[in-house]
């Protein structure tokens, strides 16, 4: 509630996590960011802060490595 007070806030559902599909084979965090970019884009939206912890926080970390340019924070 606090963040959505002054940001859009978009809880993304890691694939083979919640009500996302189960994949096939192995997934590393490089394609889960590649997934998070793929939202991005689907989403228009051309940058965003973008937070998480526990995996969460090293898929953040993945997303500002591979793609700074789409991140602000």
């Known amino acids: ?3 959505k007070a002054h940001f859009r ?9 919640g009500q996302s599909d ?5 997934l590393t965090i490089e394609t889960i960011a590649k997934d998070a970019r793929e939202v991005f884009n689907h989403l228009s ?5 973008v937070l998480g912890h526990s995996m969460g926080g090293t898929i953040a970390q993945m997303i500002a490595y591979k793609y700074p340019d789409r991140v602000h924070k």
Request: with cysteine; net charge negative.
């Open 1 to 3: 509630p606090e963040l």
């Open 45 to 49: 939206i051309d940058k965003a802060h």
């Open 9 to 17: 806030v978009i809880l993304l559902d890691n694939r083979g996590v």
């Open 22 to 26: 189960c994949p096939d084979a192995a």
